[in-house]
């Protein structure tokens, strides 16, 4: 494995195109300099020692796609200047001691596919988030941002979604309800949630239960006709559920989008 400091002197390869050196036991600083290597396309310097804060020089490397950083020491918020990169596709900073709010130019990365900032310090609203319909893969989790599932609406191509230990409350929109009935395993918003599911409704960033008499046609909305507990529709028809348990369809030809295997609250 590699150990030592990443030398100043790596800024002098200005042909560099993919900077690798992941899995090893480097410590000290990005240096300054690698924000003379115009043209990176990647940066992969994950799962070392490294510490202190990502370098503004990074915004340099307009022709970047994937920034790896995660599983490090470092600290400090995200640099103003990364949102020069509109080409990257890749980023990756979890599990290292980042924090701060999520800034207004995030919103403008919109070739990400891939946002992991878990297990930082991060706080506040996400809802700069909502223009990045690229993404496939959002981790979020282990962090304190505060904000309702508004932002997630948006994001058509989602595939992995992790909330887990946050504060995100208020209703889960039908979107994210529908995508997390059919990607189980890939959808997480257990602990330290206050998110309302199917049989709740939201007053602000309050979930309450709904009236006993509530109908299963809009998610995470009461209607008065049919009663919805337990995360599913029992007023539906038995022919109407799936075989998870799902209702499907309610009298009145009104259609539940329930997801009865969701997690909500603390673990």
């Not at 924000?35 to 307009?62: A, F, K, M, W």
């Not at 001691?97 to 506040?124: C, K, V």
Request: charged share 15%.
């Amino acid at each position: 494995a590699l150990s030592g400091q990443i030398p100043e002197s790596i800024g002098n390869l200005a042909h560099l195109e993919s900077f690798d050196v992941g899995n090893n036991a480097l410590s000290g600083q990005i240096p300054v300099s690698i924000g003379r290597l115009l043209h990176l396309v990647y940066i992969e310097v994950y799962d070392n020692y490294l510490n202190g804060t990502i370098p503004e020089s990074i915004g340099n490397l307009i022709h970047l796609q994937e920034f790896r950083v995660n599983q490090n020491a470092l600290s400090g918020q995200i640099p103003e200047s990364i949102g020069n990169l509109i080409h990257l596709e890749t980023f990756e900073v979890f599990k290292n001691a980042l924090s701060g709010q999520l800034p207004t130019w995030m919103g403008n990365l919109t070739s990400l596919i891939d946002l992991n900032l878990s297990r930082n310090q991060f706080t506040g609203p996400v809802s700069v988030l909502r223009s990045l319909t690229l993404l496939n893969e959002l981790d979020l989790n282990s962090n304190q941002f505060t904000d309702s599932l508004d932002f997630a609406s948006g994001l058509s191509s989602i595939t992995y979604l992790s909330l887990s230990k946050n504060d995100f409350y208020g209703l889960i929109p039908p979107a994210v309800a529908q995508l997390c009935a059919r990607e189980t395993r890939r959808c997480l918003f257990t602990a330290n949630n206050r998110l309302c599911g199917d049989g709740e409704r939201a007053f602000g960033s309050i979930c309450s239960p709904c009236p006993s008499k509530a109908n299963c046609a809009a998610y995470g909305e009461c209607h008065n006709g049919f009663n919805s507990s337990d995360y599913f529709c029992s007023a539906c028809p038995s022919n109407h559920f799936d075989a998870g348990g799902i209702c499907l369809k309610c009298a009145g030809g009104a259609f539940g989008v329930v997801a009865p295997v969701l997690l909500f609250g603390t673990v």
